[in-house]
């Protein structure tokens, strides 16, 4: 088993940025996948961006160029750094763990984008 714990929402204007974090309780260099996925009022949870155990990493096409999934394995921590911020990213942003055939899920980190 694994816990994620989010942190670094907040408030934005448009066009500025945020950095999220994900910290896990264990080491995630034997997790497979760790993702960000996001849900806006209303809206179904959509998945952001991931990255694998070997450094791979998809991002969905309306954050490419904008947003960077990283991650560090001696810190047990995964980050989304998200730049150039649009309105229609606010949404609670939340972080997963894949691992053993199972997700484990944080509780969210609220990102406001308004002007």
């Known amino acids: 088993q694994v816990q994620v714990v989010e942190s670094g929402g907040g408030k934005v204007q448009p066009g500025g940025s945020l950095r999220l974090s994900c910290a896990a309780s264990?080491?995630?260099?034997?997790?497979?996948?760790m993702e960000w996925y996001r849900q806006a009022p209303g809206k179904q949870r959509d998945l952001v961006a991931s990255?694998?155990?070997?450094?791979?990493?998809y991002y969905t096409d309306s954050v490419k160029g904008r947003f960077t999934i990283s991650r560090d394995n001696a810190k047990n921590t995964v980050w989304l750094q998200m730049d150039s911020l649009k309105l229609e990213d606010t949404a609670v942003y939340y972080c997963t763990a894949y691992l053993n055939f199972h997700y484990y899920w944080g509780q969210g980190t609220q990102v406001t984008v308004s002007s």
């Open positions: 264990r080491t995630i260099s034997s997790i497979n996948v």
């Open positions: 990255i694998t155990s070997t450094g791979g990493t």
